[in-house]
């Protein structure tokens, strides 16, 4: 199992830049996808970025090219790096681990979550 808590969130001004972290305990994420998701209010979740185990990264079209995501398994951490934000991207930002193995229905895992204000 995997505790994940996130950081760095807060009130920026649109334009801004935002670095959201992720630190992961109970076990070394080098054996698991890692990203975000996002949820604003009356919307449903949605994935924003996440990175495999390999390093191969995928993003929402709605953040390609402002946002990007890494990890760094040396500090069990992976990031989020938020430029050139727009009001549209608040939301609680949401950390997640989803473990490389073969099943149907592998473990994932969420943080609690880390509020992202943009100001117009």
């Known amino acids: 199992q995997v505790q994940l808590v996130e950081s760095g969130g807060g009130l920026v001004q649109a334009g801004g830049s935002l670095r959201l972290s992720c630190l992961a305990s109970g076990d070394t994420v080098n054996s698991y996808w890692m990203g975000w998701y996002r949820q604003a209010p009356g919307k449903q979740r949605e994935l924003v970025a996440i990175v495999s185990v390999g390093g191969s990264t995928n993003y929402a079209d709605s953040v390609k090219g402002r946002f990007t995501v890494n990890r760094d398994n040396s500090k069990n951490t992976v990031y989020l790096e938020m430029n050139a934000l727009k009001p549209e991207d608040t939301s609680v930002y949401y950390c997640?681990?989803?473990?490389?193995?073969?099943?149907?229905?592998?473990?994932?895992?969420w943080g609690q979550g880390t509020q992202v204000t943009v100001s117009s």
């Open positions: 997640y681990a989803r473990r490389a193995i073969m099943a149907i229905r592998p473990p994932e895992y």
